[in-house]
């Protein structure tokens, strides 16, 4: 397409019932001009009719963050108040990138909304991800940072502190994001993480709600579960940790007892699906007919913990999203989330469309 044909198809993108006078002004062209670009736009498929229907492409949208990780992997043991020497790696993350890249690698269309700032931080994801994401819901903001993730991890791999700055999440509104209503109202699913303001995530919500989308909530921390919505009817799949668990129940967990209680509660706060991932020991899991234990693959060595929450949630939506049935698409969960630990990426490279072939095979 050409620069005129692109301008056009966005706009139609935006809002599909705009008339052609409407679209011509908005663009600064005759409408004659118009009518031709939008007759090209037709013959090459871009869109279908005169009433300029899209082609369908359900995408899985992706909502909250993208930032830039620094890892500093200490080398000996770790001695707090002093200077430890380490090495240091730089990645791009996220959790909704962290999951869109792995929902891209896996086959699926997918469409991140985030917000980056104007600076290298943010070329540097969009060049990495591009591949396996489209940006087109995303915003560029001059007056902000790209969010940044700093982990310390000691030399066997365990995360020993984190600092995040993600004060640019605090602009992702609603105002910014009913500019693409129109795609999220057409998506196959939408994963939110809550470095999205609450009034973001209940607004994503309602429109999940009405149009009936599986709709996936990830807390990212124990401090975001203050973005939670106010219950969690509608939301479809409700994936958390044991913290952030506590958190939001404003209890400890501490026994198998405990765990399944909870995961009862949050299914009475209406969620249809409950996953409470409990790290090495596993998950246990929950629906309106039954809960479940499943124990997480054992693996002799630990390269690095960065990524495997965000591993195990996308391998499990894919599996759910293509028909797996829910226990099954759990464990392909843990397998992805498993393979992620033994290896030195944040997302595996070696992740393709037929990995659910290769486990099912293994």
């Given amino acids: 397409m050409n620069e005129k044909e692109q301008l056009v198809l966005r706009l139609i993108q935006e809002n599909p019932y705009l008339s052609q006078q409407e679209m011509a002004e908005r663009l600064g062209m005759s409408r004659p001009a118009l ?31 993208a930032n830039v990780d620094r890892k500093f992997h200490v080398e000996g043991a770790v001695q707090l108040a002093t200077s430890n020497p380490t090495n240091v790696t730089t990645s791009v993350g996220g959790v909704a990138r962290n999951i869109a890249e792995n929902l891209g690698r896996l ?56 600092m995040a700055d993600m004060a640019i999440y605090d602009e992702l509104l609603p105002g910014l994001m009913s500019k693409h209503e129109s795609r999220i109202l057409d998506a196959k699913c939408i994963v939110v993480d809550l470095n999205c303001p609450q009034e973001a995530v209940e607004y994503v919500l309602s429109l999940a709600k009405l149009r009936k989308i599986p ?44 765990y399944e209680l909870a995961v009862r509660d949050l299914l009475d706060k209406g969620a249809e699906h409950v996953v409470l991932t409990l790290g090495g020991a596993g998950v246990v899991v929950g629906s309106k ?59 595996r490279e070696d992740l393709s469309s037929n990995e659910l072939t290769i486990w099912r095979e293994s």
């Fill in 35 to 65: 009518a031709n670009t939008v007759s090209s736009l037709i013959r090459k498929g871009e869109v279908i009719g005169r009433a300029y229907v899209l082609p369908r492409r359900q995408a899985i949208v992706t909502i909250g963050g």
């Fill in 107 to 162: 086959g699926n269309d997918v469409k991140l909304m985030t917000v980056l700032g104007e600076d290298a931080d943010a070329e540097k994801i969009k060049q990495h991800s591009e591949e396996f994401m489209s940006f087109e819901m995303t915003a560029t903001l001059q007056e902000h940072s790209t969010g940044s993730y700093s982990a310390v991890l000691s030399r066997d791999g365990e995360l020993v502190i984190a």
């Fill in 215 to 258: 709709f996936v909530i990830v807390p990212v921390s124990s401090p975001k579960m203050s973005r939670m919505p106010e219950n969690l009817i509608g939301v479809t799949y409700f994936i958390c940790n044991r913290d952030e668990a506590e958190t939001y129940l404003s209890r400890p967990l501490q026994t198998e007892e405990d």
């Fill in 289 to 347: 007919d039954r809960i479940e234990r499943l124990y997480a693959i054992s693996i002799e060595t630990i390269i690095d913990v960065t990524g495997a929450g965000d591993a195990f949630v996308s391998a499990f939506l894919h599996a759910a999203l293509h028909g797996e049935l829910f226990i099954d698409a759990v464990r392909f969960g843990l397998y992805n989330a498993s393979k992620t630990l033994q290896c030195d990426t944040t997302v």
